[in-house]
């Protein structure tokens, strides 16, 4: 199992940013997935997760309304739309699925600065 992130940056708040997790080694489709944060010094956080067809979602509190997490089965990507982005947003950010044991991605850093 491979999950890659990309998509992280240096953005203003208010800003928005894209990220994608490009995943391998299992059947993308037979899976949900999760999008979870880390900012220093604090505990890693669940921020959305999605079924395996598409059809259902959930948001941690403090982003629902702002980020949208979506998947393409055909390209083996989840996404997760960041917008109206603020300082508080900061973390490295994950993707992960669980398959018997958790696997995560090694991260993508967004910082949110004027």
């Known amino acids: 199992v491979q999950l890659v992130e990309s998509g992280g940056g240096l953005v203003q708040p208010g800003g928005s940013l894209r990220l994608s997790c490009a995943a391998s080694?299992?059947?993308?489709?037979?899976?949900?997935l999760n999008w979870y944060r880390q900012a220093p010094g604090k505990e890693r956080e669940l921020v959305a997760a999605i079924s395996s067809t598409g059809g259902a979602t959930q948001y941690a509190g403090s982003v629902k309304g702002r980020f949208t997490i979506s998947r393409d089965n055909a390209k083996n990507t989840v996404y997760l739309q960041m917008n109206s982005l603020k300082r508080e947003d900061t973390a490295v950010y994950y993707c992960?699925?669980?398959?018997?044991?958790?696997?995560w991605g090694q991260g993508t850093q967004v910082t949110v600065s004027s």
């Open positions: 992960n699925v669980y398959r018997g044991i958790w696997y």
């Open positions: 080694g299992f059947t993308f489709s037979s899976y949900g």
